[in-house]
Every structure is written in C-alpha cells, then in structure tokens.
C-alpha cells in the first residue's frame, strides 16, 4: 500500500484540529539496560523531555543481541517497562511506554523471537526493529523471508548511517521489494550524524523508501529527541502530508497493529 501526496490527507488530526501526538517506535529510555540512561532519575529526565516534544507514547527499544547478547531478554525488558509506567504515572508524566527491542542482526533472531526472548515493537507480535552491524555489510535477505514466513514485518532501523549499506543500493531496494521497511532518525535529517547520513537520510524521504522517522533518543544530551525539528523541517521540504504520514500515521498504526503506509517517492510520481 502507498500513499502519494495527491492521495486524500490521511488523518492526523484530532476533531477539534489540533495535531495528534506522535508516537516514537524506537527509543532507548530504559534505565541500566543498555547505552541509554543509567537511573531512573535520568529516564524520567528524558520522558518529559519525549513529551515536551509532543509524543505520547514511545516503544522502548533496548539493544537485543550483539554486544548486549543474554542481557535484555523479554521478560527483563516488560518488566522494567512496566516499572517505569508505574514511576510515570507517580510523577505525573503523560507517556506511554510499550516494550520493544532495538534487534541487533542475528541468524537466531526467528528462534528467538519463538522462545520468547527477543521482542517486536509494542510487544504486538507484528514488526521488528533490526539493527544491522555497523562494521560490515550483510545482505540480511534470507533473515527478511525467514521473519516474513513467521508473519512478522520486518523494520530496518536508521539505515542511513551505515555507510556499507549506502554502496549497495540494489540491496536496499531488493529488501524494501520483499516487504521490510526503512526508519530513519530525526536527528539524521537534522544533520546530527554528519552529512553523509543526513543527505542519505533525506534522499531515503523523498524518494519514499523511509517510511518512518523515531528518536532513537538516548538522553537528554547529545542524543536527545528532536522529532519536532524534524517534523517541522520535513513538512517544509517535502510537504506536510508526507511529514505527518512518516512522523505520526505510521509510527501509530505501528502500536496499533496495523499495516504501514508506504510513501509514494518522486521516481515513481513521474
């Protein structure tokens, strides 16, 4: 399914106009588990920095596998999810957390999926977050059909920044044809993982192979969310249907158990 600019508007505002909050489908806010905050103080720290940017509800996406291989499993993860809804709520914070995992490639990661030890986004059974190594290129097609026969969509996580990937373009659009989909980070558009990941990122926008732009927030610091600069700065160059269909559409029909909308790029407008 895609979705053109010359399409009907999707919907993303509330009845009385008012845009809908965004939802972050990758996000490392869970505290002690991987790179991201070490406490609680500094997690809750960056969930109202999340809500100052306007999202209501995030997944969190602790690293799985690779270098934190046998620490986040499932059952870990919920539960520090759920101890962490509880302190939001104590402290008057109005975010949502859903439990997720941010997937470092692996040949077991279908096993896995079936003993319960790794996570798709919201818990929901649907897409997972695959992160791809960052020190050699792996055509991760057969892991894609694999996923794809168990009935779980695969999701490419900030694909813009792996500059192996980059050279291969034939591969990156081999895996987008057999269904897996590309997230980009906000920060990326805004130039914070330096120019070549910036220029990838926005060449992935507006040649409609990103269909989802998420955080990938780490803290409250260098690695802070910045969804509403780049939302903002996407409706400017590209216009504010695609803004709206990457940013907020998506990332909810993500949560909601739906089927994401793929963007209609310039090539195949022409």
């Known amino acids: 399914?895609?979705?053109?600019?010359?399409?009907k508007a999707i919907d993303t505002k509330n009845k009385d106009g008012r845009q809908k909050p965004f939802t972050d489908i990758h996000c490392h806010c869970l505290p002690g588990l991987d790179d991201g905050p070490?406490?609680?103080?500094?997690?809750?720290?960056?969930?109202?920095?999340?809500?100052?940017?306007?999202?209501?509800?995030?997944?969190?996406?602790?690293?799985?596998?690779?270098?934190f291989d046998g620490r986040n499993d499932a059952k870990r993860v919920r539960d520090v999810t759920s101890r962490l809804n509880a302190q939001l709520q104590k402290a008057g914070i109005r975010l949502t957390v859903l439990p997720g995992g941010d997937v470092r490639v692996d040949e077991r990661v279908c096993r896995l999926l079936q003993d319960d030890k790794v996570l798709t986004l919201a818990d929901a059974g649907k897409y997972i977050l695959l992160e791809l190594p960052y020190e050699i290129f792996i055509d991760i097609e057969p892991l894609l059909t694999e996923l794809a026969a168990l009935k779980v969509k695969s999701i490419i996580s900030h694909p813009e920044r792996h500059s192996a990937l980059l050279q291969q373009p034939k591969v990156a659009l081999r895996w987008l044809d057999i269904g897996a989909y590309f997230q980009i980070n906000a920060g990326s558009l805004l130039g914070n993982f330096g120019p070549e990941a910036c220029e990838a990122a926005w060449h992935f926008l507006s040649?409609?192979?990103?269909?989802?732009?998420?955080?990938?927030?780490?803290?409250?610091?260098?690695?802070?969310p910045c969804m509403?600069?780049?939302?903002?700065?996407?409706?400017?160059?590209?216009g504010e249907d695609i803004a709206r269909l990457v940013c907020i559409e998506n990332p909810a029909?993500?949560?909601n158990g739906r089927d994401i909308v793929r963007v209609k790029g310039k090539e195949e407008e022409r």
Not at 1 to 7: E, G, L, N
């Open 1 to 7: 399914m895609r979705y053109s600019v010359k399409d």
């Open 207 to 224: 040649s409609g192979w990103a269909s989802l732009v998420a955080t990938d927030a780490h803290n409250t610091n260098e690695r802070r």
């Open 228 to 238: 509403s600069d780049a939302f903002k700065l996407i409706r400017t160059r590209l």
């Open 38 to 67: 070490r406490t609680m103080a500094e997690t809750l720290a960056l969930c109202r920095r999340l809500v100052a940017e306007g999202i209501a509800t995030v997944v969190a996406t602790p690293h799985q596998l690779g270098r």
């Open 253 to 255: 029909r993500i949560v």
